[in-house]
């Protein structure tokens, strides 16, 4: 089965704004397969300090996490990411070309929270349970819903069979509880699905509808694979207009974000 990619082009990745025909393309797909890889997506110039920056996370993860609390996860152990430097910068945390395909799916009043981390493989990891990140908006029907909470994954190296891409089953977020029968689980419904594995070249964007079956594979090399995880909302009716239990951002931080930014991330309270 192949991969479900876009490609962006140059002019795009500059301009920041998808072409009509390739956001049709884009939102499609992730409507029927329920992720769908943006390739090229972002500068090689913000990777590259990206990818410096997190180093310095992962060596500080290192130092200071057990190896009994990387066995409990079999070795797929997430990094968090500070509000600092590049990782607040737009095209990370409110990537124009990402955003163009969520409000595709989840209208102009999606949001998410601040902070955010990784999901990283460590050396010889282990396989992960086949998993979803969310069920169903309304679990008891049969009728399958647009989506509520997408991710967006930044492959922080090539991701390859070899470092653990991680197995993902198209179109399994189209699959209604009632269908998995009543004493059958993922992993066997699974079985009789096709999956594949998420191969991401540095650069390119991954969005992913959560309720799409995952799991995190092993990573055969030497290196820690990482990828970041920015998770996004859709807004329901007048929620979380109230809502006080999203972590405070430094007013300092928030100062320094984008307009854009400042929309996406409305929800964390301010904290001088």
């Known amino acids: 089965m192949p991969l479900p990619i876009v490609q962006v082009s140059a002019d795009e990745r500059e301009r920041g704004v998808l072409t009509p025909d390739r956001l049709t393309e884009a939102h499609r797909i992730l409507r029927q397969a329920g992720f769908v890889i943006l ?60 955003m163009q395909v969520i409000e595709a799916e989840m209208g102009k009043k999606v949001f998410s929270l601040l902070p955010y981390g990784t999901n990283t493989s460590w050396p010889q990891s282990g396989v992960q349970h086949l998993h979803r990140d969310t069920g169903h908006l309304f679990p008891e029907t049969p009728h399958i819903l647009p989506a509520t909470l997408i991710v967006v994954n930044i492959p922080l190296m090539d991701f390859t069979v070899e470092n653990g891409a991680t197995e993902a089953y198209p179109g399994s977020h189209l699959v209604a509880d009632g269908d998995l029968g009543r004493d059958v689980t993922l992993e066997e419904r699974a079985a009789t699905m096709p999956s594949v ?51 405070p951002v430094p007013r300092a931080v928030w100062e320094r974000l984008s307009d854009a930014a400042k929309q996406v991330y409305r929800y964390n309270p301010i904290q001088d």
């Open 197 to 247: 594995r998420v191969e991401s070249p540095l650069g390119s964007l991954v969005v992913r509808d959560m309720r799409v079956w995952h799991r995190g594979m092993p990573n055969r090399t030497d290196k820690p694979r990482s990828m970041i995880a920015l998770v996004y909302f859709r807004q329901l009716h007048h929620l979380p207009d109230s809502m006080v239990v999203a972590p």
């Open 39 to 98: 390739k090229d997506a972002l500068d090689e110039v913000l990777v590259e300090r990206l990818v410096a920056a997190h180093e310095v996370e992962l060596e500080k993860a290192k130092r200071n996490t057990k190896p009994e609390e990387l066995a409990k996860h079999k070795g797929q152990f997430g990094v968090g990411c500070p509000m600092e430097g590049v990782f607040l910068d737009p095209r990370v945390i409110a990537n124009p070309l990402a």
